[in-house]
């Protein structure tokens, strides 16, 4: 009997635990099929410019930060690829470091252009960083003419796929 008692009480609570599963997507940011919100970006002369300036053209928006190295050589990687695979499309390179002289040199070292990237000053606690819900090794996306993400967290071999 108390081996019946186990079974049903066991039986009872994976029903109830069952009927708490989350079906939504979890709460990470932007998704594929969405369209990019318009964020203001800052370059490295301190002017302002809006993502949604872009729109009428294929964008691969990469954030990072000098100090995270996964993201840093993912940025490299798709800069790089980008130049040399399909220079029509525009590489938006966004770094959350807040020091500016950190990514400067960083961007020197790696051999990248400043003119795509761009500066998020307040770092982790920018809008930006909070509305993306970025966090370690950050993320990208591959955004439409439309201004509507097609892929994230791309690589060069996706992009090779993809495009």
């Given at each position: 009997?108390?081996?019946?008692?186990?079974?049903?009480?066991?039986?009872?609570?994976?029903?109830?635990?069952?009927?708490?599963?989350?079906?939504?997507?979890?709460?990470?940011?932007?998704?594929?099929?969405?369209?990019?919100?318009?964020?203001?970006?800052?370059?490295?002369?301190?002017?302002?410019?809006?993502?949604?300036?872009?729109?009428?053209?294929?964008?691969?928006?990469?954030?990072?930060?000098?100090?995270?190295?996964?993201?840093?050589?993912?940025?490299?990687?798709?800069?790089?690829?980008?130049?040399?695979?399909?220079?029509?499309?525009?590489?938006?390179?966004?770094?959350?470091?807040?020091?500016?002289?950190?990514?400067?040199?960083?961007?020197?070292?790696?051999?990248?252009?400043?003119i795509s990237q761009f500066?998020?000053?307040?770092?982790?606690?920018?809008?930006?960083?909070?509305?993306?819900?970025?966090?370690?090794?950050?993320?990208?996306?591959?955004?439409?003419?439309?201004?509507?993400?097609?892929?994230?967290?791309?690589?060069?071999?996706?992009?090779?796929?993809i495009l």
């Amino acid at each position: 009997m108390k081996y019946v008692n186990f079974c049903l009480i066991a039986i009872f609570s994976l029903a109830l635990s069952a009927g708490s599963v989350k079906k939504e997507l979890p709460s990470t940011g932007y998704h594929p099929g969405e369209t990019i919100p318009d964020i203001v970006l800052t370059n490295s002369e301190g002017d302002l410019q809006n993502l949604h300036d872009f729109k009428g053209k294929k964008v691969v928006v990469n954030f990072w930060a000098a100090y995270d190295a996964q993201s840093r050589a993912t940025n490299v990687q798709l800069h790089n690829y980008l130049k040399m695979n399909h220079p029509d499309i525009e590489f938006i390179s966004i770094s959350f470091d807040e020091n500016r002289n950190v990514v400067e040199k960083t961007l020197v070292m790696d051999n990248l252009e400043i003119i795509s990237q761009f500066y998020e000053v307040k770092g982790t606690q920018s809008e930006v960083y909070k509305d993306f819900k970025l966090r370690k090794g950050f993320r990208n996306y591959l955004i439409d003419e439309n201004g509507v993400i097609t892929a994230m967290n791309i690589t060069p071999g996706d992009l090779r796929t993809i495009l």
